[in-house]
């Protein structure tokens, strides 16, 4: 509940913190669990006059855990949009409406351990309120989690260079015919890879690939080559992303580790 210290508003949770309280009415700060000052109260309460009480209290307790399990301090726009975002989630579920999470392989590797932290808050939903979540929930809110990290970016960013690798990935599947499935280690790899091209091309870091050896890779390996510039083709036709010479080198190297690895 939203309470004034001194000439500050402040956001303060405790169990039954607010129990038949009014306006003005004096909160017993041994009931305070936690306390902090939020810059968007006025939001905050008219989302907490909308709500059931017991989401805000899902919500800050899988905040909680995030923060204890990542060993930092969220930003604190985290209470609000994990909050709306876990109240919309639990209506729909509860009306028989399932979304399925098409970037769950990609977050479920390049976010580990915010996925984890999102099963965790699955299990907890199911086992103390009796409310059953799919794993895809798991995947939406370590994206949430992620982006409210410091430094970790803007949530629609985090989509969108998600997504990004998706297509690349698919790509490479669609090129080479192979079976390619989540839980495959030769996936993790070319996944984790591909995140890093993302991080070089955003922040101009390209690896230093000498023009003999770019040479050699593509006349000994010249159908993961293909494969690689068919990428590089797609991700610069679609999301405009220019991919260097020497990159596609060494996206050629990876391509041909996970096609002779194929059985």
């Known amino acids: 509940m939203i309470v004034t210290d001194g000439h500050q508003e402040k956001v303060a949770i405790g169990s039954g913190i607010g129990f038949q309280k009014k306006k003005n009415d004096i909160v017993n700060p041994n009931q305070i669990e936690k306390i902090f000052v939020m810059h968007e109260n006025e939001k905050f309460q008219q989302l907490l006059s909308r709500i059931p009480e017991e989401h805000f209290t899902i919500s800050e307790e899988i905040i909680s855990y995030a923060e204890r399990q ?19 989630a639990i ?26 932290i999102g099963l965790w808050a699955v299990r907890h939903m199911k086992e103390k309120y009796g409310i059953e979540m799919p794993e895809d929930e798991a995947a ?70 000498d023009e003999e050896m770019l040479a050699m890779i593509k006349k000994k390996f010249p159908l993961s080559y293909q494969c690689a510039r068919e990428v590089a083709r797609k991700v610069s036709e679609v999301y405009g992303i220019h991919l260097p010479d020497q990159e596609l080198g060494y996206i050629t190297l990876h391509i041909e580790r996970l096609r002779t690895a194929q059985p």
Do not use: W
């Open 140 to 209: 939406f809110l370590a994206l949430y989690i992620h982006t409210m990290k410091p430094q970790g970016g803007d949530l629609h960013e985090t989509i969108r260079q998600t997504a990004i690798l998706q297509d690349m990935v698919q790509t490479v599947k669609d090129f080479l015919c192979i079976p390619l499935e989540g839980d495959d280690i030769s996936y993790h790899r070319l996944v984790t890879h591909l995140r890093f091209v993302l991080f070089r091309i955003k922040g101009y870091e390209v690896h230093t690939l």
């Open 91 to 116: 209506e729909r579920v509860k009306n028989g409406i399932h979304i399925k999470n098409k970037l769950f392989q990609e977050i479920k590797i390049l976010y580990r351990r915010e996925f984890e």
């Open 70 to 88: 990542l060993g930092v301090k969220l930003n604190e726009h985290i209470h609000l949009v994990l909050t709306d975002h876990l109240s919309f």
